[in-house]
């Protein structure tokens, strides 16, 4: 997916205006805001417009490229980068852009690649800074064990994104490398996030008797809502099955709010429940939202859904 230099920690071209006006991408993944400064692109945010359309031969280059990787058309980038960090946060970011398309990285590979064996968890802090994604493809690090760890954007979005490489990965001689898993995503500052956030953990099924956990289905936003403003309710509508009774539904926000509802007990294997988010309207971020169900066997299932407040 990355070419030569691109999602490398370019120094600031010369001359490069101190700040440019994020112009639209769309794609078939989501909605991107993209800046470019002088020749490079300095900056990419995930599920957000800009104020313009593409405006010139450098812009327009960067939305094609973009466009293309999200219809699973492009596995390299050619436009520049110059994404600006710390030290440390560019060490990082010049090995995630090191992974190949179609394979993963742990946290705890990236950091010992990078002389600091140990520091999985400031791996996960630097890759949440990454202002380039998908350039730089922070998707591609994952958890100990194959778990899809943390992302800013939310795990069904990790998951989509690597599924679209998986099933486009070019063909490589010997065993590819990493678990192959997907989506795209990230708003407002962080693409990635920290490694194995509690909150904000890959769905998990915990197995009891039967084996076979509750399945949990999001209703409502649909899938590409997820940009709401401040002040506002949001609507979560879910419906949850179970091949047995379920013993208990409770749901949670974490992030930028912090707060549970109380357990639902539901009667019978089919419940569906909408969940009011009130946001207040001093509040921008990120709010995690994460439902369990318990089935009478003992299974649980969690499922996640990330919003943006802006």
């Not at 359309?53 to 390299?76: F, S």
């Not at 997907?182 to 708003?187: Q, R, S, W």
């Not at 084996?211 to 401040?230: H, I, K, M, R, W």
């Not at 709010?257 to 001093?282: C, D, H, K, L």
């Amino acid at each position: 997916m990355m070419p030569s230099n691109a999602g490398r920690t370019q120094p600031r071209p010369h001359g490069a205006a101190s700040g440019g006006s994020p112009f639209t991408v769309e794609t078939d993944l989501t909605a991107l805001a993209v800046t470019v400064e002088g020749d490079a692109v300095t900056r990419i945010e995930l599920n957000r417009r800009g104020a313009r359309a593409p405006r010139d031969a450098i812009e327009r280059r960067v939305a094609g490229e973009l466009a293309e990787y999200a219809a699973g058309r492009r596995t390299r980038f050619s436009f520049r980068t110059a994404p600006r960090g710390t030290d440390f946060d560019r060490r990082v970011w010049d090995a995630v852009a090191r992974i190949p398309y179609g394979e993963t990285k742990s946290y705890g590979e990236i950091a010992a690649s990078i002389g600091s064996p140990g520091a999985a968890r400031a791996v996960g802090t630097a890759n949440g800074r990454n202002p380039v994604p998908p350039v730089i493809p922070c998707h591609r690090v994952v958890a100990a064990g194959g778990r899809l760890g943390g992302y800013g954007g939310g795990l069904d979005l990790k998951r989509r994104l690597l599924d679209l490489e998986t099933a486009r990965r070019p063909r490589r001689a010997g065993p590819r490398a990493g678990t192959l898993l997907g989506a795209l995503a990230l708003v407002i500052a962080a693409a990635c996030g920290e490694p194995e956030r509690p909150i904000f953990s890959e769905p998990e099924v915990q197995q009891g008797d039967d084996n076979v956990g509750p399945t949990v289905e999001f209703l409502l936003p649909a899938p590409t809502d997820s940009v709401f403003q401040a002040g506002t309710t949001i609507n979560v509508r879910l419906r949850i099955l179970d091949n047995s009774n379920l013993a208990s539904v409770d749901a949670r926000v974490g992030g930028e709010m912090a707060f549970v509802w109380p357990q639902w007990r539901p009667v019978g294997s089919i419940f569906e429940v909408t969940y009011q988010i009130n946001v207040p309207a001093n509040l921008t971020g990120t709010i995690l939202f994460r439902v369990s169900a318990t089935d009478d066997f003992g299974n649980r299932t969690s499922r996640d859904r990330t919003f943006i407040v802006q």
